[in-house]
């Protein structure tokens, strides 16, 4: 198998990514601040295999910033040793959903267990009617393990 660049979309098929792509790790979403200073936010998503899919309250900040710049990096990481790293850039596209968005209950079953995680809906749905999903496509992936796929300063 010939080894995928960094950059490369294949990367999304690596082992390594489709296991962090599947985790309950929470994924940390990057974007920049309307006064242009960097912001990163742990947050549940969800994987369709073509978009990571993340959900928000509508009156949620950053959707302001979003909004104005919608360029975002995404990583999703493990704590076990060697450690696995998968890096997405992309374009955050908004969408207002009457309910709580699919995804966001699938991924609170991914989190919780389906028990837990429909129960968990089930009370966000008693305080809130209306949510914003928010989809990446990504454009540029990354992965590092520590093992065959190194940070670009120890790679020669």
Known sequence: MKAVAQGGLDLLQHPASQELLKSNIP???AYVWTDGTPRVIPIWF?????EVVM???????????????PKVSITIDDNTFPHKVLLIRGTARLETVNDVVPEYALAAE????????QAWVNNLRSMINTMVRIR????????????????SALSS
């Not at 969800?46 to 073509?50: A, E, I, P, S």
């Not at 959900?55 to 710049?69: E, G, I, S």
């Open 46 to 50: 969800h994987w369709d295999g073509r």
């Open 136 to 151: 990446v496509t990504p454009e540029w992936v990354g992965l590092l393990d520590f093992q065959t796929r190194f940070p």
């Open 27 to 29: 994924a940390r979403l």
């Open 55 to 69: 959900a928000t309250p509508p009156r949620a900040p950053k959707l302001k910033a979003l909004a104005k710049n």
């Open 110 to 117: 991914r989190y919780f267990g389906p028990e837990q995680g």
